[in-house]
Every structure is written in structure tokens, then in C-alpha cells.
């Protein structure tokens, strides 16, 4: 059965801001996870079949469930978002003549007007593409990756996605050969990065993109999930989240340097639970995320305008403190030695 249905707020291009319908499917399970651990602040495996693959029957049957739901209500939505808690083009998760089907029954909906998707980018193919594209007639299809930085080094090791941005170059011009809308995902504060080094890579991601041309760039802000890399590196106070000022200063320099791509800051909450999340402090947490919701529409950072508060200048002062190591993998080396160090009197380190 479909795990849940959410509602997302949406930037759109017609003129107005809608709300779109997730549907995350109980899936087979990331194989990405299974075969090589998956990325490191990722818990969605927690959320799957673990690894045993769900029926063609009952993948469709958890889209017909939910398209015939009057509480669901999908003849409110223009936008509906299909995800497997995985890569939906990787056939080993789910069948690719499955996607096919649940497109012709999602397409049978006069009021959708465009369908998102996400997958990996080495999974990303022509055939399918077109595929899709072609039962779509009309609707619009939105390819939603997981890009996390545009530093290979980070990216590879920090996250563990195993594809170079010459890859990413190729995948992103195939689909705007076929008028298919590419969204990347930005991760803010990959593992063992400082609250510094998490503010630079994220604005030199922004940078990178921008040359794209893409509609809109989904900005993750980092949560602590179990059974995850992460997770056992903020056990031991190796890691921490970033302050929601890091996002109002990464806001900052994007509309400093001119950068016009629009972004979707993303909610903190999906499929798994958290165990914390990118925010401040009580005194203004509440205020951070009003402004957060408010740039999302207005795409200014005038939306954070009159936000004061003193974990402000302790924030401050941390980065004043932070020094950029020398050697980056040297800095990577060390704090994974210190986990597994640790994980030798805590085993539950090992799980994580």
C-alpha cells in the first residue's frame, strides 16, 4: 500500500502557486543501498521492502488505490509526484513496463498537468525517456536527480554517488533534447563537511547550475536519519546540522551574485522519520521557517528582513572559528578513523 500522500507547496510557471500530490510508493527498496550502501545521509531504505521485490500487481494497485481515493482528492492537482523511495527508471526496483502503466493511468487524469519522477542520474535512458514522454502526450514530465554538490570529490566520497559531472552534462542535454524538465537536488551540508565548507559548496553548486538553464533547483536542507553514515557521525558529535542562518547566507550570496535559476527549498520531512533537522533555535526557529516558506514564493531574500536573534552571532562566531583544512581528504580520513574507532566500544556505531 502507499506508504502516504503529501502536499507540497509548488512555484509554477502558469501564473500561480499550487500545491502538488506525493505518492510514496512501499517500493522494492534502493539498490544503490543494497549494492554499495547507499548514500550516506539517506535512511529512505528504512521505508522499503528491503531489497525484496514488490509484484507489477501491487506496485499498480497502490497507484489505483490512491487515484480512487474521493478523500485523496487527485482531481485537485495539477502536479502529482510518483516516487519509489529509489530510482524509478532502475529496473531491478521496479519494472520498467510498470512505470509505463502507472503513467497511462496517471495520464487518464484531466486535471494533471505535469508528472515528477526521481532517479538516479547514471539510471537516466534514452529509450525510456521517450517511452514516457510519448504516453504523456501533453503532460509535462519532471526528472527529479540527486546532484547533492557540484564537487566531484564531495559527491563521491562525502555522499557516496558514484557519477562525475561530465555525466551529469550528458544526461541534462539529453533531456532537454526530448523537453524534459531536469530539477537537481542540492544537498545542504553534506557529511564531514564544516558549517563553512557546507555555505561554499552550496553557493559553488548554485554557480555551476546556473549555466543550465533549468526551471527550478530543489534545495535539501540536511536531516539526521538512522542506520546512516550520518547518522553515527552525529552520535559522536562529528557532525552536526546546519543553522538555518547558513541557508539565509547562502540565500544571500546567490542574490549578490546575480544567480536567477529559481529554487524550491524542500521540507525537512518525507517518507522517513528524523531524528533532527537543519534549524536555529526556539526563539526563532518558527520566524526562520516562515521566511523560508516566503522565499519559495517571492525567490528574495527580503523575506528574512527583521529576523534577529542571538544564536545569530554564535553562529557567527563558529564560523569565524572554523579553519578549511589543508588537505580535504586528510580532514575525511580522520574523522571516518574516529568513527570507526568509537564504533569498536559501541556496536550500535556499526549499524549506523
Known amino acids: 500500500m502507499v506508504k502516504f500522500s503529501e502536499l507540497r507547496f509548488e512555484m509554477s510557471e502558469w501564473g500561480e502557486y499550487v ?38 500487481q501491487d506496485y ?5 488505490q490512491v487515484l480512487s481515493d474521493p478523500q485523496v482528492g487527485v482531481e485537485n492537482y495539477h502536479i502529482i509526484s510518483l516516487y519509489n523511495d529509489g530510482s524509478l527508471f532502475e529496473e531491478r526496483e521496479i519494472d520498467f513496463d510498470v512505470v509505463l502503466r502507472a503513467f497511462m493511468m496517471l495520464a487518464q487524469q484531466p486535471s494533471i498537468q505535469r508528472i515528477v519522477i526521481e532517479t538516479k542520474v547514471i539510471d537516466i535512458d ?10 504523456l502526450g501533453d503532460i509535462e514530465l519532471e526528472i527529479a536527480v540527486g546532484f547533492e554538490s557540484s564537487n566531484d570529490i564531495i559527491r563521491d566520497i562525502c555522499v557516496n554517488k558514484n557519477f562525475s559531472r561530465e555525466l551529469f552534462e550528458e544526461k541534462a542535454d539529453l533531456l532537454q533534447r526530448h523537453k524534459v524538465r531536469l530539477i537537481p537536488l542540492i544537498m545542504l551540508k553534506p557529511p564531514f563537511l564544516t558549517e563553512k565548507m557546507a555555505i561554499e559548496d552550496a553557493v559553488d553548486s548554485l554557480v555551476y547550475l546556473e549555466s543550465f538553464n533549468l526551471p527550478r533547483i530543489d534545495f535539501e536542507l540536511a536531516t539526521i536519519e538512522e542506520y546512516t553514515l550520518m547518522h553515527g557521525l ?31 527549498i524542500s521540507p525537512p520531512h518525507y517518507s522517513v522519520e528524523a531524528l533532527a533537522y537543519t534549524e536555529n533555535c ?21 523575506d528574512f528582513q527583521g529576523i534577529t ?26 574523522t571516518f578513523q574516529k568513527l570507526l574507532i568509537n564504533a569498536e566500544t559501541d556496536k550500535s556505531l556499526l549499524a549506523a
Open 19 to 56: 500545491d502538488r500530490l506525493v505518492l510514496f510508493l512501499r517500493g522494492t527498496g534502493c539498490t544503490w543501498a543494497k549494492d554499495n550502501g547507499g548514500c550516506t545521509f539517506c535512511g529512505f531504505w528504512n521505508a522499503t521492502n528491503f531489497g525484496e521485490k514488490v509484484s507489477n
Open 60 to 64: 499498480l494497485h497502490q497507484v489505483s
Open 126 to 135: 534514452e529509450e525510456k525517456v521517450i517511452a514516457l514522454t510519448e504516453v
Open 234 to 264: 552525529w552520535k559522536l558529535g562529528l557532525y552536526t546540522p546546519p543553522r538555518l542562518w547558513s541557508l539565509h547566507e547562502v540565500l544571500h550570496r546567490r542574490e549578490t551574485l546575480g544567480l536567477t535559476t529559481q529554487m524550491y
Open 282 to 302: 526556539p526563539a526563532c526557529n518558527q520566524q526562520m521557517k516562515e521566511a523560508v516558506h516566503s522565499f519559495n514564493r517571492s525567490q528574495t531574500v527580503k
Open 309 to 334: 536573534c542571538g544564536c545569530r552571532e554564535e553562529w557567527q562566531q563558529n564560523l569565524h572559528a572554523e579553519t578549511r583544512p589543508a588537505d580535504f581528504l586528510s580532514h575525511i580520513t580522520a
